[in-house]
């Protein structure tokens, strides 16, 4: 994969991610229009699709997802988390092309479409954080999706003691907004399944190619 493959791969994960993390924030009662206007409804009032109040957890992180929005502007936030989580799945490809991760399964999905093993293993996984009763749970409900995200989620958070910077621990906004639909043939993780893992890294083979990912995704006019 050359660099013009890799920048036309940013360019796409880019604008599916940003995507992606509105589709989260509207979900939560928060859009560009509502946000100028200055017509967000409270925390404390905002219901779930599924029609339940927000928990204690969710109205902080709602919360500071406004301030922050408030401080820098909606679309400068939708960009920095979109942009976060990217460098994150990048991250995570490399460290499992190259064993580095604190779980002996796949947590990404190997091509587009496919069920990750950290799914299909997920009893057997053991994470910070993560119970074992509630894993079965959502494995009976079939709540596949949901229970991806918890465990992607468990393990950022156990990475962030060996690699802060990148894995801070995700108790902020940023979770709040974790784009979903990571599962579909047409998400950010399917279009990563397709790239070379060893253009992706920075810390062996070619550099030069995690700096024109990092740099292109930052640009605003690609």
């Known amino acids: 994969m050359n660099k013009t493959q890799l920048k036309n791969f940013a360019v796409a994960a880019r604008v599916a991610l ?61 960009e920095e988390t979109a942009y976060t989580w990217f460098n994150r799945f990048i991250a995570l490809r490399y460290m499992q092309e ?37 894993v079965v749970e959502l494995l009976e409900g079939n709540r596949t999706e949901t229970l991806y995200t918890e465990l992607l989620i468990a393990l950022c958070n156990q990475l962030s003691d060996v690699l802060p910077q990148m894995f801070e621990p995700i108790s902020d906004y940023t979770e709040l907004l974790f784009p979903d639909g990571l599962l579909r043939e047409d998400s950010v993780l399917a279009m990563l399944a397709e790239v070379d893992a060893e253009k992706l890294g920075g810390y062996s083979g070619d550099r030069m190619a995690v700096s024109v990912l990092q740099h292109r995704t930052q640009e605003r006019n690609l």
């Open 98 to 134: 190259h064993n580095l991760l604190p779980v002996s399964v796949r947590v990404l999905p190997d091509a587009p479409g496919a069920l990750p093993e950290l799914v299909r293993q997920a009893q057997n996984v053991e994470l910070d954080g993560v119970d074992f009763s509630h």
């Open 18 to 78: 940003i995507e992606r993390v509105k589709d989260r924030a509207r979900g939560f009662g928060i859009d560009e229009k509502t946000c100028a206007g200055g017509a967000v409804i409270p925390s404390k009032m905002v219901q779930t699709l599924g029609g339940a109040l927000l928990s204690q957890t969710e109205i902080n992180q709602r919360d500071a997802l406004l301030a922050r929005i408030q401080s820098r502007g909606y679309d400068q936030v939708m």
